[in-house]
C-alpha cells in the first residue's frame, strides 16, 4: 500500500505532507509516514530543518477516530511526538485549515508554527469524551497560561490563528496562498537558532484563581460529564509537576476517559451526526441541487420568526407574510430583538443584526411568495388549515419550488395531495426556539422527488442544523417516541409517584427537565377540551383549576415571579383526589421503575420506527433525541444508550415485567446480541 505521507527536499529543508483525505486524520498510516519522515530528516546530514504539512483541505483534524477502540497499529502518535520533539533538526509546523486533537497535537511538538490567516488551532477532544493524550494537556499550558489552556480543553472550541499567534500558539502569519514558501523560508531563518525552543522544558506558573472561577462559570454545562473535569485536572498537573510526571498523569486520566462509557457515547454521536446527513437512496454526487436563494416563510409567530432567522443568518432573503399587520410588526420586532440582543453580547458581530434584518421582506400576502425557492409554512397546527394553505400555495408558488410544512404531527401526504406537485412537498419539523435548536426533522413523504430530499439536507447544512430524515407517522420521529413516556409517567403518577420524583429521575439520568416541568413549560392546557366539568385526567383536573403551567404561575409545580418551581402542595391534592376517585392503590414506586416504564417503552417506539422504515438508522433516532431534546450527550440517544449502556436483553426483560408489547426486532437482537439496525 502506498502511503499517503510523502517527502520532498527543498536543499537543506525536508518538507513532509500527509495527502490522507478527506481530513488528514492521524490514522496508523500517517503516523508511519511521519515517523519515516522525521527519522529521514534527522539521519540525513544534508537536512537542518524540517515543515510538515497537509495536502487537501486541512492540517491533520485530529487522531483517526475510527481507530479508537481497536488493537493498535503501527507507530503510536506518543511515539512520533517524542521524537519530533528530541530532534535536534527544528521542526515547523506548517498550518492550514483545522489542526484539531492530535493534529495540534502534532503542532505543538514541533518546535515552531506557522500558519495562515484562515486556519485555526484547537483541542477538541472533550467534546468526544477525551482529553489531548499525546501530551497536548502538558505542552498547551506551558505555552499559552493555565487560564487560557483550561479554556481550549475543557471547552473545546478552537482559536483562529491570530489569536493564536497573541497568545504564543503560532510564530508567524504566513500568507494565505503561500503556506509552504512561507515555511521552508521561515525554516531556513531559523534553522541555526540554538537552543532548540522545547516546550517540554517550560514551565507553567500555578492559577487556581482561574481555575476556580472556570468552574463557577461553566459549572452548569459540564454537569454529568467526566472529560471536562480530567482535563481541567491535567492542566493543574502540568502547573505542578515535572513534565513527565505530568505525561504520566494525563495518561492515566486518558485511559481512563477510553475505557468509560462516556467516550464511546460521544464518538458514538460525533459519527451519528454525519451519517444522519445521507440518504440511503439519494446520492449527493449525481443528485442535481436546486438553487435556493429566497425563501418564504408563512406565520410570524415564535416559530416562523425562529425559522426565518436561520436563513437570514445564512444570508438568504427570507419573505415573511402574516394575516395581520400587528402580529407582522409583532414577529419582526422580536426577531431584531432576538439579533441586538445577541450582538449585545458579542455573539455576533455588532453590524449582524442589520444585514440579517436587511434580507427580510414582511409582507400581508401570501401572493409576495411567488418568487421563493421553498416557501415553509409555520401556521396554526390544523390538518384543514394547512390543506387549505397548500392549495393557495400551488397556485402561487413558481414551478420547483420547494414547499414544506413545519408540522410536528400531521399527515405530510394528506398535506401534498391537495397540491398538484405532490413531490414538491416536504416536512421540515424545526425545534422551539428554531433559531438556537439543532435539530430538523425531514419529513419524507411517499411521493417527496429524492432531489427535494437533497436540496433540503444540503440546505440544512449551509443554516448549520443536524438534519434527520423522517417518514411519515404521527410524530415522525421525536415526539412519536415522546408520547409513550409521557403515558407511563401519567400513569405513575395514578400509582403514587409524584411529579418530582418522575422529573427528579429523569433530571439525574441528564435530562435537562423531566415530563411535568415539560408539560408546564409548553402549557398543561394544550389539547385540553376546554371544559371545566369534564375531569378525564390529572391534567385535565390541573387545567380545569387553571394551573395551565409555568404561564400561569401554577401547573404541576408552582412558579414565582422569576418562574422558579416548587413542589405543589395544591397539585399533589388534586393528583391524590383524582386518585381516590378512580380507587387505584397508592404504592411505593421506586426510581428504577420510573426508568423501566418511561425510558424503555422510548426505545421499545424507536425500535418500532424503525421497523417501519420510519426512520434511516438506530443512530438517526438518537441524534433526533440529542438534539431536539437534550437527551444527555454522554448517554449517546435512547438506543445506544440501550444498547451500550443497559443491555438490549434487561431492556427486554423490563417492558416485559411491565407487561408492554415488546417490539419483534427488539426481541431479536436482544436474544442473538445483535445490533439494532
Ligand atoms: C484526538 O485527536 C485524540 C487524540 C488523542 C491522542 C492519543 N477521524 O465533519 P466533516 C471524517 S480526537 C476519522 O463532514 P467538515 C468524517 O467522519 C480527534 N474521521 O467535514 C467525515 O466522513 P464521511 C480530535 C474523521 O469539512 C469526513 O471526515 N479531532 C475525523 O464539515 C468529513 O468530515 C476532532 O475532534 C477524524 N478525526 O469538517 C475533529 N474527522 O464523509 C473532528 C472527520 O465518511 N473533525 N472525519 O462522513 C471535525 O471537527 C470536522 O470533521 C472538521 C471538518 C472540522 C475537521
Known sequence: MTSPVRFERHDDVLVIISDSPPVNALGAGVRDGLNEGVSMGINDPAIKA?????????FFAGADITEFGKPPKGASLQDVIVMMDSSEKPIVAAIHGTALGGGCEVALACHYRVAVPSAVMGLPEVKLGLLPGAGGTQRLPRIVGVKAAIEMVAIGDPIPAKKAAEVGLVDRVVGEDSLEADAIAFAREIADKKPIPRVRDKTVAPDPQAVEEFKKKHGRRMRGFDAPAANIAC?????????????????TEFVKLMEGTQSAAQRHLFFAERQAAKIDDVDPKTTQLRPINKVGVIGAGTMGGGISMNF??????????????????????????????????????????????????PTLSLDDLADCDLIIEAVYEN?????????????????????????????????????KRPEDVVGMHFFSPANVMRLLEVVRGEKTAKDVLATVMALAKKIKKVAVVAGVCHGFIGNRMLSPRQIEANKLLMEGATPQQIDKVHTDFGMPMGPFQMADLAGVDIGWHRDPSRIESIRDALAAEGRWGQKKGAGYYDYDEKRNATPS??????????????????????DQEIVERTLYPMVNEGALILEEGKAQRASDVDVVWIMGYGWPVYRGGPMFWAQNEVGLKKVVEGLEKHKFKVAESLKTAAESGSALK
Not at 502540568?238 to 495518561?251: C, I, N, T, V, W
Not at 455573539?347 to 444585514?355: F, G, L, N, S, V
Not at 392549495?391 to 410536528?408: F, R
Not at 393528583?575 to 411505593?588: D, H, Q, T, Y
Request: aromatic fraction near 4%; charged fraction near 30%; hydrophobic fraction near 45%.
Open 50 to 58: 524540517m515543515v510538515i504539512r497537509c495536502d487537501g483541505k486541512t
Open 569 to 590: 402542595p395544591r397539585a399533589l391534592e388534586i393528583i391524590e383526589e383524582f386518585r381516590a376517585k378512580s380507587n387505584l392503590p397508592k404504592r411505593e414506586i421506586t
Open 312 to 361: 437570514l443568518s445564512a444570508g438568504i432573503a427570507v419573505t415573511i407574510v402574516e394575516m395581520q399587520q400587528d402580529a407582522l410588526d409583532r414577529g419582526t420586532g422580536v426577531m431584531r430583538k432576538n439579533y441586538e440582543a445577541s450582538a449585545a453580547k458579542g455573539r455576533i458581530k455588532p453590524d449582524a443584526p442589520e444585514k440579517a434584518m436587511g434580507l427580510l421582506t
Open 235 to 251: 492542566v493543574v498537573a502540568a502547573s505542578e509537576l515535572p513534565f513527565d510526571e505530568g505525561l504520566k498523569f494525563e495518561r
Open 383 to 419: 390538518m384543514d388549515v394547512k390543506k387549505e394553505l397548500f392549495t393557495k400555495l400551488d397556485a402561487i408558488a413558481k414551478p420547483g419550488a420547494i414547499l414544506a410544512s413545519n408540522t410536528s404531527y400531521l399527515n405530510v401526504d394528506e398535506i401534498a395531495a391537495v397540491t
